[in-house]
């Protein structure tokens, strides 16, 4: 595993992301005296409805990426290419989250924030046929029928 150190330590960033979104969602809606749950108004113009909305959407980001990359390391996708795979997922949740809590015309639906979290779903999805396509070549011929190798080789 020591191979996959670089995307372990992607994985524990994108891990801390959300969990200080969390954090900082939580205590902005305290300071403004805002209950716990959704911020109501939906409006991308009030800044706490965008935090909160940050929080939400590296939460929703998360699993769907962290599953696969797991998955990845024990089929044994390059570590290279899944390093590659982990930080441009980084990078584009920073940039979104970035824009998203500037505001402005570039955080509202159907802009820069939404391209910004489609690149980040298809980086998702390249890793998950990435892994998939890993894992379909350890499979080996066997007498009659397909043998699937081990976890370990």
């Known amino acids: 595993m020591e191979v996959y150190w670089l995307s372990i330590l992607g994985v524990l960033v994108l891990c801390l992301l959300s969990v200080v979104s969390a954090v900082y969602s939580g205590s902005s809606k305290g300071f403004a005296g805002a209950l716990a749950g959704p911020v109501v108004p939906a409006d991308d113009d009030n800044r706490l409805y965008r935090i909160d909305r940050v929080h939400m959407n590296s939460v929703e980001a998360l699993a769907p990426f962290i599953v696969p990359a797991a998955l ?50 298809l980086v998702t999805f390249a890793l998950i046929l990435v892994t998939g396509w890993q894992r379909s070549i350890k499979v080996a011929p066997l007498r009659g029928g397909y043998k699937f190798a081990t976890l370990g080789g």
């Open 72 to 121: 990845a390391m024990m089929v044994g996708v390059g570590a290279a290419t899944l390093a590659i795979l982990v930080w441009t997922h980084l990078a584009i949740r920073l940039l979104h989250l970035g824009v998203y809590l500037r505001g402005g015309n570039a955080a509202k639906g159907g802009s820069v924030r939404t391209i910004l979290y489609v690149s980040g779903a």
